[in-house]
């Protein structure tokens, strides 16, 4: 019941994402992205509305106090234990610890901050990311993504090292088909042809369905 809480919940966010157009410059490794995103979001929005019922839960079940014929408790002495708001006007109340960042939301951001220009801050972003969540299924994006902040800022050397990560530790994710063909980008930036009609071949060879192929053939065509 509460999943399908959550989920009914979540549903209209997903309907009003669909309804977007969409330019025919997005590509399909864009789109794969914003899915995976999307689905992220909805899995971490059952989750609070799930924790968010069991509290309340918890709340109405402390309510149900059991009682002797002469001992019963003051109503005020009740409510002051089981509301927050009334606890605080007895005494003081420990600060709520700082809110953490949801994976979802840092990821996000910091992909933002890259679109942007600002390459700090999304390196900072990637990074506290991959420190909070290194289990998590967007790992390797983040990885990915810090291989394209070095690119653009002409650090060749830093991004083939984050690309060959990504090839390496993550063959099977969405993003390895696009990290190989930009390691053969940045072979051909640093005047390396011959590595980097390497690279664009192995793209062909390991994942000849992804739209990285079609860039692969189209430059091994004017090499």
Not at 107 to 120: C, I, N, S, T, V
Request: hydrophobic content about 35%; charged content about 25%.
């Amino acid at each position: 019941m509460k999943r399908m809480f959550g989920l009914m919940f979540c549903l209209p966010l997903l309907v009003g994402c669909l309804k977007k157009p969409v330019h025919d410059s997005v590509t399909a490794s864009q789109l794969e992205e914003r899915v995976q995103i999307l689905e992220l979001k909805i899995s971490e929005l059952v989750s609070q509305l799930e924790a968010r019922v069991q509290g309340l839960e918890l709340k109405v079940a402390s309510f149900d106090i059991p009682r002797t014929n002469d001992e019963s408790e003051p109503v005020e002495t009740i409510a002051a234990e089981t509301i927050p708001e009334l606890q605080a006007s007895n005494g003081p109340v420990e600060a709520s610890p700082e809110r953490v960042m949801e994976p979802s939301e840092l990821y996000r951001q910091a992909l933002q901050r890259y679109r942007d220009g600002e390459f700090k801050g999304a390196l900072e972003g990637f990074a506290t990311f991959q420190t909070n969540y290194p289990e998590h299924r967007l790992l390797s994006n983040t990885h990915y993504w810090v291989g394209e902040t070095y690119y653009d800022q002409k650090d060749y050397g830093q991004a083939a090292e984050s690309f060959r990560y990504v090839v390496k530790q993550f063959p099977l994710s969405p993003k390895a088909p696009d990290a190989l063909l930009k390691l053969g980008y940045t072979a051909s930036r640093q005047e390396q042809q011959d590595l980097a009609r390497d690279f664009f071949q192995k793209v062909l060879d390991q994942y000849p369905f992804s739209s990285a192929a079609e860039k692969a053939r189209a430059l091994l065509a004017e090499m």
